[in-house]
């Protein structure tokens, strides 16, 4: 496929065909010539939707997904635009959430096993796992309709923690938009990691790029101690996808609506349907933010129990939540006017830069946090949101490092048990509930954490704050 150069770091592929808009792909040369060409596919799929804004983009993090590509950005005029599924994914609000402690390597480093064993206790995780929280429908709903607030209010955590959290930790919903089924699967999934490449880790300061930055969030030396963890909506949110894109293949003919590929199923923005799929979408997200916080609850209950010292005396304070699985209305600047528009980021984070309301006033003057999740043998990165992001990419980068082979390839090619032995030998302790999912996420599975955090900061549209590397994971 003939792409355009833009820059070192952004490449453009031309209108044509059924396209509405050129499409962009953010990386280097080395990750672009790299990519997949089903990834290329999927985002000149994207670029034929009604409504699209300026241009389809992937981060250089994508690869192949369903219907838009992991790592995939649009936006849409609220009036003409579509909402679809596939553009948000089946794991709504998947995210990540950072915690700082005033710990280092010195403290953790003889108290890592035990420190893993608390956690993998404590946080349940791998396919079907439920958690300790248990609810009736009529609690569960009182969840998806108030988020992480819920959660803080039965006193799952701290009222800060909300603040430092995308939305709040709560968008308006109505939970009556979404199925009994997709309720009956969430019911007791809230403080669960699930499976796949969800994680919750213990990590620590290996680089700090921006200082100024860095001490707001909370990091304040090399070797300090942080946790992050990635999960979502688990099968709560895969449900609620899984209706609203049968029900939308069934109206589009209805709308006049034809897409390239039927995992773009879609609905106008405006349509009954889809403001309906947007509701229970945000249940989903509203879900998920409750989920994260229950987790951070029992990360802080582990840390405490093991260092004998009380969640506040060990600095356990939330440095952000943010989302990569969601569609949101937003404010931009579009030809130099200002514009309500609905951004789809699936597999991509949002990277506001300065002055913007969204962001924590304690960042507001730096640029929005953005926690990108590497593998869990190569680390990970917190960056800093840009005003070139505003400008280029609806405020948005990428989310991770972006896998590079099936989980099937990855499991014919790495053996869980020996890939644990290996990182222990390397300092990083893991407990699992499954070695086949081990070997799925093993760090050669995936491209280079360091090359995909280049590519975003040399665009400019996040840039590098601090490098963090693994020291203990829990993996489903």
Excluded at 228 to 236: A, L, V
Excluded at 279 to 286: L, V
Aim: proline share 3%; with cysteine; hydrophobic share 35%.
């Amino acid at each position: 496929m003939q792409l355009n150069k833009i820059s070192d770091f952004v490449w453009e592929y031309p209108k044509q065909g059924k396209m509405r808009v050129p499409a962009r792909i953010y990386g280097s040369k080395t990750i672009v010539d790299a990519m997949d060409e089903g990834v290329y596919n999927q985002i000149a799929n994207v670029a034929t939707l009604p409504g699209i804004i300026n241009h389809a983009m992937c981060m250089p993090d994508g690869h192949f997904g369903y219907g838009f590509p992991i790592g995939g950005v649009a936006a849409f005029d609220l009036k003409e635009g579509i909402i679809s599924p596939g553009g948000i994914g089946f794991d709504i609000n998947c995210g990540m959430r950072l915690v700082t402690t005033n710990l280092t390597v010195k403290d953790v480093k003889p108290k890592i096993r035990e420190l893993v064993e608390a956690l993998f206790k404590l946080v349940p995780a791998g396919v079907g796992s439920s958690g300790f929280v248990k609810l009736d429908k009529g609690k569960f709903r009182e969840v998806t309709e108030e988020g992480a607030r819920w959660a803080v209010k039965e006193g799952y955590g701290w009222e800060e923690d909300l603040k430092m959290t995308e939305e709040d930790g709560r968008m308006e919903s109505d939970s009556s938009k979404v199925s009994d089924r997709a309720m009956k699967r969430g019911l007791s999934q809230i403080g669960t990691l699930g499976s796949g490449n969800h994680y919750l880790e213990i990590q620590r300061a290996s680089e700090i790029h921006d200082e100024e930055f860095a001490k707001a969030c909370g990091i304040v030396q090399k070797d300090q101690i942080v946790i992050m963890f990635h999960c979502g909506s688990r099968g709560f949110g895969h449900q609620i996808g899984t209706d609203y894109l049968e029900k939308f293949l069934e109206v589009m003919p209805k709308y006049g609506i034809e897409v390239l590929d039927q995992e773009l199923a879609c609905a106008p923005f405006q349509s009954k349907e889809g403001q309906d799929y947007f509701s229970a979408m945000k249940c989903g997200i509203n879900m998920s933010f409750a989920n994260r916080q229950v987790i951070l609850h029992r990360i802080r209950e582990a840390f405490s129990g093991v260092f004998k010292k009380s969640p506040e005396e060990l600095g356990m304070h939330q440095v952000y939540d943010v989302a990569h699985n969601t569609a949101k209305i937003e404010d931009h600047t579009i030809d130099g006017k200002k514009r309500k528009v609905l951004v789809h980021r699936k597999g991509s984070t949002r990277a506001f830069g300065t002055n913007r309301d969204e962001v924590p006033e304690k960042y507001r003057k730096l640029g929005q946090p953005v926690i990108i999740g590497g593998s869990m043998e190569t680390g990970s990165y917190l960056l800093k949101g840009t005003d070139r992001a505003m400008q280029e990419t609806f405020g948005t980068t990428c989310h991770g490092s972006g896998r590079t082979m099936s989980r099937a390839r990855a499991k014919h090619l790495w053996r869980g048990e020996q890939l644990l032995k290996d990182m222990e030998k390397r300092g990083i302790y893991v407990r699992s509930t499954s070695m086949p999912g081990v070997a799925e996420e093993a760090g050669g599975a995936y491209k280079d954490i360091d090359e995909v955090i280049e590519s975003v900061d040399k665009a400019g549209i996040s840039t590098k704050g601090v490098k963090l590397v693994p020291m203990g994971n829990v993996k489903g």
